[in-house]
């Protein structure tokens, strides 16, 4: 059974960065990030396959990034140039909007 754990959310001010980790049990495939920002519905972030394909949103491309350790099951986001649009909490995700998720983890720019 896949659970997952968020971790590195915090307070940044604009243009900051932050580094979103997400440990995982069980067997995974392809791994999402997503995130719920003030006033939206949640909304898709970036996905990693083992392989290495990787896609992102595009209101993100080029800011984020999205990487993972197998031999340590974690996931990670690479949040650079954080804007207040970054505000929200953010999960990780297995299996899609119908899939297993985790707490989330609070993420504040601050302006």
């Known amino acids: 059974q896949v659970q997952l754990v968020e971790s590195g959310g915090g307070l940044v001010q604009a243009g900051g960065s932050l580094r979103l980790s997400c440990v995982y049990t069980g067997t995974t495939f392809s791994m999402n990030w997503y995130r719920q920002t003030p006033g939206k519905q949640r909304e898709f972030v970036a996905s990693i396959v083992p392989v290495g394909t990787r896609t992102y949103a595009d209101p993100v491309k080029g800011r984020f990034t999205i990487s993972r350790d197998l031999s340590k099951k974690t996931v990670y986001l690479q949040m650079d140039n954080l804007g207040p649009g970054d505000t929200g909490v953010y999960y990780c995700?297995?299996?899609?909007?119908?899939?297993?998720w985790g707490q989330g983890t609070q993420v504040t720019v601050s302006s």
């Open positions: 995700n297995y299996g899609g909007l119908s899939g297993v």
